[in-house]
């Protein structure tokens, strides 16, 4: 019997595929994410048959790493998606290696004969990934797909709010994901951001009556988002950065604002990245904004951003308490920071700031991506 690797998130939906592949006459192995999918190709499956937006590690780069594995790269690979009509999306499967991009609606029995003829193919077909496709083009581009392909997914499945919220949720997921993949040393930062945020948004909205601010969370998941583009070699420096350095991490701002001005989702979320290391009084990059100048929502990132880089550990130093943190925004209230937010911050109690980093750091942190934030 060929044996097809499946990989789905969707516990419901591998169950239901591998019942019908086997029910064709293929033995059936089933991975929950691209990470754990390169463990098992290692098999030597006849075909992957993978859904694109998965935790971890999406369809999109388990085609590009096994394209990059010369034990791995001639085993064909069909991408499932709910909007596998693009030719976008089609093409940068292709370049990927990918030999097939197909409607999860697909019969199974006709699904179950293309990844047959595949398999059969694969024994004599040589790989088509793309050879111009150079490390850098795969980082830029992945990102804009990924995000852009979610929201036409969520669209295509289904109009109502809750399920959009839902793919959009995987997107991010996806894209934080490939954040933590070269992290410094502050792992689950971007999580820990958004709750903090989240926490001084909705400790300001008490205070104020404010309305909800839309966009606040999916721009602290992401504001880090530009450092895909920034040399690792760079971010990874224990030293003094030099000037042409130091000037390559203060575009990644920028870099952030054009992938999620592409996205029509987080257009909104963009504007507020671009300013999110602004200061109150000018100093700030990459516009010189001031005061209220700055947007709101970006104005409370920089808050929340400086409390985590405080109270987490640093290849250089250890982590600070909570304590610590606000005698330090309250030093720089003024110039740094809205000296409104930090009234706000510092007024909440370490307790709770220990109490929402623990569930920031459960993944609790998605579930406030509610109707009022995205």
Not at 83 to 99: I, K, N, P, T
Not at 101 to 130: F, S
Not at 198 to 220: C, D, F, Y
Request: a negative charge; aromatic letters at 4%; glycine letters at 8%.
């Amino acid at each position: 019997m060929p044996t097809v690797l499946l990989v789905e998130d969707n516990r419901v939906q591998a169950a239901l595929l591998r019942t019908g592949l086997e029910a064709q006459g293929f033995s059936v192995d089933v991975a929950g994410d691209g990470v754990e999918a390169l463990a098992l190709a290692r098999r030597r499956p006849a075909a992957i048959l993978s859904d694109i937006l998965m935790p971890n590690m999406d369809g999109f780069r388990l085609c590009w790493e096994l394209g990059r594995d010369p034990d791995l790269r001639d085993i064909p690979v069909v991408l499932r998606t709910a909007a596998h009509g693009r030719e976008l999306d089609r093409h940068f499967a292709q370049s990927l290696g990918a030999v097939g991009l197909v409607d999860k609606g697909m019969d199974i029995d006709a699904l179950g004969a293309l990844l047959r003829e595949e398999a059969r193919l694969g024994l004599v077909r040589q790989p088509e990934v793309d050879p111009r496709l150079a490390e850098a083009t795969f980082v830029r581009d992945h990102a804009v797909r990924l995000l852009d392909l979610s929201a036409w997914e969520a669209a295509v499945l289904e109009n109502e709010r809750g399920s959009f919220a839902g793919a959009y949720q995987d997107a991010l997921k996806a894209m934080v994901g490939a954040l933590d993949e070269r992290d410094t040393g502050a792992g689950m930062h971007s999580q820990r951001v958004a709750a903090y945020a989240s926490a001084v948004a909705e400790h300001l909205i008490a205070r104020t009556g404010q309305g909800p601010m839309t966009g606040l969370v999916p721009a602290a998941l992401l504001c880090d988002l530009g450092n895909i583009r920034v040399s690792e070699s760079v971010l990874r420096k224990r030293g003094s950065l030099a000037p042409t350095e130091l000037e390559e991490v203060h575009r990644h701002p920028e870099f952030t604002q054009e992938i999620l001005s592409e996205i029509g989702a987080l257009r909104e979320a963009a504007e507020v990245v671009l300013a999110h290391h602004e200061r109150w009084d000018g100093s700030g990059y990459p516009k010189g904004l001031t005061g209220e100048d700055i947007p709101l929502a970006a104005r409370i990132i920089a808050v929340a951003d400086a409390i985590d880089a405080i109270t987490s550990d640093r290849p250089y130093r250890d982590a600070e308490t909570f304590e610590r943190a606000s005698v330090e925004l309250r030093r720089c209230s003024g110039s740094q920071f809205d000296p409104n937010l930090v009234d706000v911050a510092t007024g909440i109690e370490p307790e709770e700031w220990i109490s929402i980093r623990e569930r920031a750091e459960q993944g609790t942190a998605w579930s406030m991506l509610t109707p009022g934030y995205l």
